[in-house]
Every structure is written in C-alpha cells, then in structure tokens.
C-alpha cells in the first residue's frame, strides 16, 4: 500500500500511545491511510485552506489533510491520550498542525476561524454522540454566510441521509429542513463498519455542505417552532400539529398557501419558510 507520509502505521501509534478505543467518546478510529486522504479530497482543493478537524484521535484523517496539501489544520480533541500522537504529526509539518485539547462544543470555532488568514473547511469524523449537534450549530451559526467555506462530514449513514433529504425522501425531517434552507448538501460515499477499528454496528457515509450565500429571508427561531411543531407529529396534518403554535393553523396554512391536509413530510423547505415568515408576522402583530 502506497504510503502518504513517513509516519508509522495507526496500528503502531495506537499501540504505542495505548489509544483503545473508548465508546464514551465515540471512538471508531479509521486506520486506513488512503482512504482518509480520500476523505480530505472530497472536500475539495485544499491549497491556501485552514481546516478545523473535530476529534483527529490518533490522526489518519489529520494527516490525509495535510498531506493532500491543506496550509493548516486546526485539531479539537477531548481525549488527552490522543494528544501525544498528534503532536508527532505536528512536528512532522511544522507550524501547520494547530492542537486544541477540549470539547468541541464548548469552544467557539467561529473565534478561531476570525484568527485566520484565507478560507476555513471543516473536515471531520465525528464523534457520532454529538455530532448532529455540533452540525446543527454550524448551520444556525450567525452570522450567514458563515465562517466556513464547506463542511465535509462523516457521520451514521441514517444521519447523513436525514441532511441531505428533501420532501421526497422517507429521511425527511427537521434537519433536512435546516440543512436544505441554508446550504447545498448531498451525501458523497458509504464506508463499510469494517474500515474502522473498532467497527460500528452500521455503515457510515460522508456528507458535504456548501452555504446557499443568501437563503431565503427567514427567522431562525420561528423555523424552528415551525418544523418542531410539524414534524413532531409528522403523521398528522398540518391543520392538526401546527395547533402547538398557538396562532391558527387556519391562518399560517392560507398566507404560507398550502393545504390544510398537508402533512409535514410533504412540504418543500420553501413551505417551511414560509410558514415560520408568517408566524413571525402574526406574533409580532398580536402583540
Ligand atoms: N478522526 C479519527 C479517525 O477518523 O479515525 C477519529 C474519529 S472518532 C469517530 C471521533 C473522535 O472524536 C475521537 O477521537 C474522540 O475522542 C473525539 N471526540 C469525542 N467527543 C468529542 C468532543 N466533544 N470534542 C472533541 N472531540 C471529541
């Protein structure tokens, strides 16, 4: 197998810095050098780009970036194991591998990226525990567009089929919504269980997100009520689940013009919208 860097082998780091993968953290650690360096090809050129890498853990993917030709690589780990390995790969590319020990979701990455010269990717593995978390920050992040350029992630194939669903698609839900509302997402390819070590008990695919620069006019916090109210009782129609918004479903159904017999899964982002634009209206008139 070709080699992309004079490192040793994951397996040997890992026995070296006793790394045994930890389920808590959602450790499932892909050793497979070429297939990470095809993980940081997939989300483009990465020439004069500063990737934010969440959970590196012994590092495959961080080196399959900074191999490809990333100018930086900004790495979150919350495991302080991982720490000693990745600093061997930091003095491997000097000044381009940046290590911050904490946990991603505290750590304000739209801060870090203001610190930085040129374009910012995130690039990552995530941990499946908080990942859709993590995600769903970045895409109400404020301001829009964001601080990234592109997301390319990899998470649960079910997950990355509920990102890149729209209203034709059984995964369709609030996170299609969000993710169809404020960028172009599409899913790239599966990795098989038996690519990670340990193997998870199902297939993972990698997603990749672009931001629509300027998205439909659109109040965050009612779109959220709005899908939250709708897809919470996704079976009902919307004259039935938009009820929980205490506005009648009447009138938010007839200025967002659709049918009171509609019911979640069959509404277009563009309905969504338009609903959480009308609730808005009719909140602020009523009081
Ligand atoms: N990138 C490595 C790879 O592809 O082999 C490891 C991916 S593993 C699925 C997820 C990594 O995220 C682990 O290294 C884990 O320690 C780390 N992690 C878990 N929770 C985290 C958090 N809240 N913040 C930062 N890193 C976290």
């Given amino acids: 197998m070709p080699q992309i860097d004079d490192l ?6 890992i026995a070296t810095h006793g790394l045994d993968a ?12 070429n297939l990470t360096a095809r993980i940081a090809r997939s989300s483009g050129a990465l020439e004069g780009v500063t990737v934010v890498e969440v959970g590196p853990g012994p590092g495959g993917l961080t080196r399959g970036l900074l191999a490809e030709g990333a100018k930086a690589v900004i790495a979150i780990e919350k495991d302080r194991r991982c720490l000693a390995a990745l600093r061997e790969i930091a003095d491997h590319y000097p000044g381009r ?9 505290e750590i ?10 040129g374009p910012v990717k995130v690039v990552a593995n995530l941990p499946y525990n908080v990942g859709t978390q993590l995600l769903t920050g970045w895409l109400e992040c404020d301001p829009w567009p964001p601080w990234w350029q592109s997301l390319t992630l990899m998470f649960q194939k079910e997950v990355a089929e509920r990102i890149v669903a729209s209203e034709v698609d059984k995964a369709y839900g609030r996170l299609g919504v969000l ?41 965050i916090r009612y779109l959220r009520r709005v ?23 009447a009138a938010l159904l007839d200025d967002a013009g659709l049918n009171e017999t509609a ?20 909140s602020n008139k009523a009081q």
Avoid: Y
């Fill in 22 to 33: 930890r389920k808590s953290l959602g450790q499932n650690f892909l050793l497979d050098l």
């Fill in 227 to 249: 899908t939250a109210a709708a897809f919470g009782q996704r079976r009902k129609m919307l004259r039935s689940s938009l009820k929980a918004l205490n506005v009648a479903p």
């Fill in 97 to 105: 591998l940046t290590i911050i020990e904490g946990d991603a979701l």
């Fill in 179 to 219: 993710a169809g509302w404020r960028t172009r997402a599409r899913m790239l390819f599966d990795i098989a269980p038996q690519a990670f070590t340990p193997p998870p008990k199902v297939t993972s695919a990698v997603v990749h997100l672009e931001p629509i620069l300027e998205p439909m006019d659109c109040d």
């Fill in 263 to 282: 019911r979640a899964e069959e509404i277009p982002v563009s309905g969504f919208v338009a609903l959480a634009n009308s609730l808005r209206e009719r």
């Fill in 108 to 117: 304000d990455m739209a801060a870090l990226a203001a610190g930085v010269d």
């Fill in 8 to 13: 040793p082998p994951l397996r040997d780091v």
